[in-house]
């Protein structure tokens, strides 16, 4: 199970924002991070805690607080076009699942 | 370009059946675990099932086991998935999804756009 915070976040250009993804067991680095907007299929932002995606700007980056459970998203610098659904997902074991998702507006 | 293009979706019936496509071109289909993930209306992301590149290891979620079946063609560069005993509750966006490796589940680094399924009678 991957339980998001925020569900909801409203948030303004240029500030830096947090997303916060426990699992409830450890899953080692297998983290992923993906951007989905309004009637778009979701793109992938961040793979294995922390690795960027070719193409993803800069702002957006991935942490992990060691402990295989928490990970974390962070845009430093938002952008209007960064008002999106932000999901984590976790490919250490099967079910594969899905946080529920965060929204920032 | 790489592209994956469900089709398929459409009305079912309760109980009813149908058969969801997806083509892949722009990349060696044969060599990538795919998965299908669905998206209810308003809702988050579920992971539905995954097949192996050769196909010969399957993976269901449990709310899908019995009732649907994941299965490919290299030949055809060609997910499928045969939704058996419908239910209104399957009612969603299906995207096929491409993994990074051929046996093991990775980050899905290629989408489709979705193919609608609306299960109502």
Redesign the interface.
């Given at each position: 199970l991957l339980t998001q915070s925020p569900d909801l976040q409203s948030v303004s250009p240029k500030q830096k924002v947090t997303i916060t993804c426990r699992a409830s067991l450890s899953i080692g680095n297998s983290v992923?991070w993906?951007q989905?907007k309004p009637d778009?299929?979701?793109?992938?932002l961040i793979?294995?805690e922390s690795e960027s995606?070719s193409g993803v700007p800069s702002r957006f980056s991935g942490s992990g607080g060691g402990s295989g459970r928490d990970f974390s998203l962070t845009i430093d610098g938002l952008e209007p076009e960064d008002a999106a659904t932000y999901?984590c997902?976790q490919?250490s074991s099967?079910?594969?699942?899905?946080?529920?998702?965060t929204r920032l507006e | 370009e790489m592209q994956l293009l469900e089709s398929g979706g459409g009305l079912g019936q309760p109980g009813g059946s149908l058969r969801l496509s997806c083509a892949a071109s722009g990349f060696t289909f044969s060599n990538f675990l795919m998965s299908w993930v669905r998206q209810a209306p308003g809702k988050g992301l579920e992971w539905v099932a995954g097949i192996t590149a050769s196909g010969a290891v399957t993976n269901y979620a449990d709310f899908v086991k019995g009732r649907f079946v994941v299965s490919r063609d290299n030949s055809k560069n060609t997910l499928y998935l045969q939704m058996n005993n419908l239910r209104t509750d399957d009612t969603a966006t299906f995207y096929c999804a491409r993994g990074q490796f051929s046996l093991s589940y990775s980050p899905f680094d290629l989408w489709g756009p979705g193919t609608l399924v609306t299960v109502s009678s």
């Open positions: 992923h993906y989905q778009q299929s979701p793109k992938l793979n294995y995606i999901y997902h490919s099967l079910p594969i699942t899905f946080g529920q998702g | -």
